[in-house]
């Protein structure tokens, strides 16, 4: 099996391809994270009940906890897509 060297200017493309797919996954992870839990609120109760008559700390948990957790991912993905960036080759 024969490998082909790829030039400097593949290889960058290659980096470029990769660290946009991380990018496309960061924001993915925040748009669901911040959506999701605003659908599952509206599916289960009215905004009045939840805020007003039933604000409890594990009904505020469930609705934070997911926002939290994407952002996070979401900033681990952007970390990764900054770290291939920066083997880029000029």
């Given at each position: 099996m024969k490998v082909w060297p790829m030039g400097k200017s593949a290889k960058n493309e290659r980096i470029r391809l990769e660290a946009n797919f991380y990018n496309n996954i960061a924001v993915a992870a925040a748009v669901?994270?911040?959506?999701?839990?605003?659908?599952?609120?509206?599916?289960?109760?009215?905004?009045?009940?939840?805020f007003w008559e039933k604000a409890s700390i594990i009904g505020i948990g469930e609705?934070?906890?997911?926002?939290?957790?994407?952002?996070?991912?979401?900033?681990?993905?952007?970390?990764?897509?900054d770290a291939l960036i920066q083997g880029i080759k000029d």
């Open positions: 669901g994270g911040v959506l999701l839990p605003f659908v599952n609120l509206y599916q289960r109760t009215s905004l009045v009940e939840i609705f934070v906890m997911p926002i939290i957790l994407a952002f996070i991912a979401c900033y681990g993905a952007r970390g990764i897509a």
